[in-house]
Nanobody, 117 residues
Framework: QVQLVESGGGLVQAGGSLSLSCTAS????????MGWYRQAPGKQRELVAV???????SSAESMKGRFTISRDNSKRTVYLQINYLRPEDTAVYYC???????????WGQGTQVTVSS
């Protein structure tokens, strides 16, 4: 079992920036990918970005440009930098990770990001 703990969410004004972190309870070297999803009130959870063990990034088209994902296996952590925040970015941001060879994702508890206009 793996625990993923997110941090860095909060309340920010539109136009501001946030940096989210997600740290795993064990080594992330065996994770095929790690990444971020978000869920806004009344909406389905959606992909923000994921990064593979080799550093390949996949992200939703609408997220490109303002969202930057990175990964540091030495710190067992995946990061999400969000710039030029908009009120529509308000959501719970969830960290996820999938071990290599597995079809099961681990999920964090989520961190709230609220953007005021």
């Amino acid at each position: 079992q793996v625990q993923l703990v997110e941090s860095g969410g909060g309340l920010v004004q539109a136009g501001g920036s946030l940096s989210l972190s997600c740290t795993a309870s064990r080594s992330t070297l065996s994770f095929g990918f790690m990444g971020w999803y978000r869920q806004a009130p009344g909406k389905q959870r959606e992909l923000v970005a994921v990064i593979s063990s080799g550093g390949t990034i996949s992200s939703a088209e609408s997220m490109k440009g303002r969202f930057t994902i990175s990964r540091d296996n030495s710190k067992r952590t995946v990061y999400l930098q969000i710039n030029y925040l908009r009120p529509e970015d308000t959501a719970v941001y969830y960290c996820t990770a999938r071990p290599m060879g597995s079809n099961t994702n681990y999920w964090g508890q989520g961190t709230q990001v609220t953007v005021s206009s």
